[in-house]
């Protein structure tokens, strides 16, 4: 095929041949696809286009410079919107729906739309739901929060204490606990409302990336700011998958297409209120076995910093490479600078500073 539209080897294929190839292939190709392969010929002025943008297009990667393309086209994609097709069954009307949730522009929907196989499906979000809150909570504890009225809480052996801030997996595994059943149903619906749409359409590398990073973030954040406190729950992965959305929504406000979005954000923003909230008042309220603390706030601020920083960027660019991406460089650094920072802070600070710990478990 190289040999034939490109006998020079250029790299490139004139617009002419290009036309003529979709005018007798074009029947075998998606409606939307083809579109967009028509709306990258009409965007070149130079008379040709790349042919490994063509190549790539046609194995479902999108480059840089094919993005460039579209943007910077004379032409518009002038079929209707993805919103008006009608006859679409159950399983495709749920795939638009989640295209216009999460992506701003028209482009960037119909190709989703087109490519979406459902294969794999969201499975991150669904497993940690399913196994972590329900499952082991429980068959393994025999109930399916942990009450932190009362001091047995603090024995657990996934929760994050600071006396036991040496057993590294307790910076993560701290989210398997909640306290109380209000806090563990927050989480989870946010959680399954908000993540596995973003995970449908940015797959479980992003997704588990931004939840992972906020979760991390929130103990690492208690640890430093909040020396003397316990944590429990999932609020750190949750507020940042939350808050990257939201971010995303407000930044590409004209080009979110989702029915009723300024009220979706007033609930979330309700919600993640109503949750913090509770998390602040519980901290400063006196415990009623003491010296047996409550959990901290500060994993809901760590995952919030995460949503609106390396959140914000993954879920911004759909199916674009981030190592390419400058601002995504610098905001990983500030991530991985603050988590040094963290375990230095962590390692030193304890001991030179005049804290009363709370006594270990």
Known sequence: LLSQFDPDNTGYISTEKFRSLLQRHGSELDPHKLEVLLALADSNSEGRICYQ?????????????????????????????????????????????????????????KWY????????PPWFMITITIVAFFLYNGVVLDRFVLQVSHPLYLKNSLLYHPQL???????LTYIFMHAGIEHLGLNVVLQLLVGIPLEMVHGAARISFVYVAGVVAGSLAV??????A??????GGVYAL??????NIVMNWSGMKCQFKLLRMAVALICMSFEFGRAVWLRFHPSA????????????????????????IILRNYEQ?????????????????FVLFAIFWNIFAYSLLDLKLPPPP
């Open 53 to 109: 943008d063509f190549v790539n297009l046609m194995s479902n990667k999108r480059s840089n410079s094919f993005r460039q393309a579209i943007l910077q086209g004379n032409r518009r994609l002038c079929s209707k919107a993805l919103l008006e097709e009608t006859g679409l069954s159950l399983s495709q009307r749920l795939i638009r729906h989640v295209a216009y949730e999460t992506l701003p522009r028209e482009i960037d929907r």
């Open 321 to 337: 490479r981030l190592q390419d991406q400058t601002l995504w460089w610098i905001f990983l650094s500030i991530y991985v600078i």
């Open 230 to 235: 316990p944590v429990v729950g999932s609020s």
């Open 165 to 171: 801030r040496a057993q590294a997996w307790r910076y």
């Open 223 to 228: 640890s430093v700011a909040d020396m003397t």
């Open 289 to 312: 076995y003491p010296p047996c603390p409550h959990p901290s706030f500060m994993a809901h601020l760590g995952g919030v910093m995460v949503g609106i920083t390396l959140g914000v």
């Open 113 to 120: 739309y087109d490519s979406y196989t459902c294969c794999p």
């Open 242 to 247: 939350v808050s990257a959305h939201l971010a």
